[in-house]
T-cell receptor
Framework: AQTVTQSQPEMSVQEAETVTLSCTYDTSESDYYLFWYKQPPSRQMILVIRQEAYKQQNATENRFSVNFQKAAKSFSLKISDSQLGDAAMYFCAYRIPSTGNQFYFGTGTSLTVIP | ETGVTQTPRHLVMGMTNKKSLKCEQHLGHNAMYWYKQSAKKPLELMFVYNFKEQTENNSVPSRFSPECPNSSHLFLHLHTLQPEDSALYLC??????????????FGSGTRLTVV
């Protein structure tokens, strides 16, 4: 079964500090893509960052970076210099080309940013 | 506005009602999806349309009936729903990308309450 586990239902971080959200997944496939999505109170899911499983280099998008450990099937998201606008639900997901267009999502982590 | 528009934003319906959710995108995407988001659960894929053809139906009860008249519009027709169907229903679109690396563009969802 394809599963994604986000073991931290809630996290908080002080403004300007760094926080790491954890994600593990389970697949027997070797070719897949990993994603982090953000869902603010507006409810619209926004793509934060994407990682190709065949790439060893960790993806980075401005203040967002990932720590991808393929052997451990771990894909954590680091948010540096946290801002109030980062407060949201964060979902980890992956997509396997061989299964077509389906994404597999985790249950989400609710991030609070403390001023 | 993000490119994927869902209406209505909120919907309260009785168990004997019939209603429809609408999703519209003008991003040039050719795949559209319905997801159900319930608290503390992973997003559940309900239906997938590629080039207006339904390609997946993940064991969704027949009280949910999708319709995709063209590649820009997607509907979810609802009838005789149950209270457990109350959830946030998200529409998403993407290019029908067989490589798996493409992300989705999501709408802001319809918050459905069945009474």
């Amino acid at each position: 079964a394809q599963t994604v586990t986000q073991s931290q239902p809630e996290m908080s971080v002080q403004e300007a500090e760094t926080v790491t959200l954890s994600c593990t997944y389970d697949t027997s496939e070797s070719d897949y893509y990993l994603f982090w999505y953000k869902q603010p109170p507006s409810r619209q899911m926004i793509l934060v960052i994407r990682q190709e499983a065949y790439k060893q280099q960790n993806a980075t998008e401005n203040r967002f970076s990932v720590n991808f450990q393929k052997a451990a099937k771990s894909f954590s998201l680091k948010i540096s210099d946290s801002q109030l606008g980062d407060a949201a639900m964060y979902f980890c997901a992956y997509r396997i080309p061989s299964t077509g267009n389906q994404f597999y999502f985790g249950t989400g982590t609710s991030l609070t940013v403390i001023p | 506005e993000t490119g994927v528009t869902q209406t209505p934003r909120h919907l309260v319906m009785g168990m004997t009602n019939k209603k429809s959710l609408k999703c519209e995108q003008h991003l040039g995407h050719n795949a559209m999806y319905w997801y159900k988001q319930s608290a503390k659960k992973p997003l559940e894929l309900m239906f997938v349309y590629n080039f207006k053809e339904q390609t997946e139906n993940n064991s969704v009860p027949s009280r949910f009936s999708p319709e995709c008249p063209n590649s820009s519009h997607l509907f979810l027709h609802l009838h005789t729903l149950q209270p457990e169907d109350s959830a946030l229903y998200l529409c998403a679109s993407s290019l029908a990308d067989q490589t798996g690396k493409g992300g989705y563009t999501f709408g802001s969802g319809t918050r459905l309450t069945v009474v």
